[in-house]
Nanobody, 124 residues
Framework: QVRLVESGGGLVQAGGSLRLSCAASGRTSSRLYMGWFRQAPGQERDFVAAITWTGGSTSYADSVKGRFTISRDNTKNTLYVEMNSLKPEDTAVYYC?????????????????WGQGTQVTVSS
């Protein structure tokens, strides 16, 4: 089993920055690929970014490309996403997720492990 706990959410003005963290525990010795998703009220959970076990490859949603950066520190079992130039439309609950599938995927159903989410609110 893998337990994921997000932190770092909050309220920020448009144009500002936030860094979210996701601490993993449990079966962290496995080579898990990880990702970030977000869900706004009344909307589906959308893919944000994903990263391989080594961190050598990443994938981003078009809506965040160039503004968000996903990274990980396997020595700390922690996943990050640095979010810059935030927009009101980035407001959502952000979730980290992990998968045993050894390829980058944007499909939420391919991630069996999820955190509880952290709220990000961007004011205009």
């Amino acid at each position: 089993q893998v337990r994921l706990v997000e932190s770092g959410g909050g309220l920020v003005q448009a144009g500002g920055s936030l860094r979210l963290s996701c601490a993993a525990s449990g079966r962290t010795s496995s080579r898990l690929y990880m990702g970030w998703f977000r869900q706004a009220p009344g909307q589906e959970r959308d893919f944000v970014a994903a990263i391989t076990w080594t961190g050598g490859s990443t994938s981003y949603a078009d809506s965040v490309k160039g503004r968000f950066t996903i990274s990980r520190d396997n020595t700390k079992n922690t996943l990050y996403v640095e979010m810059n130039s935030l927009k009101p439309e980035d407001t959502a609950v952000y979730y980290c997720a992990a998968t045993d599938r050894l390829y980058l995927t944007s499909r939420a159903y391919e991630y069996p492990y999820w955190g509880q989410g952290t709220q990000v609110t961007v004011s205009s």
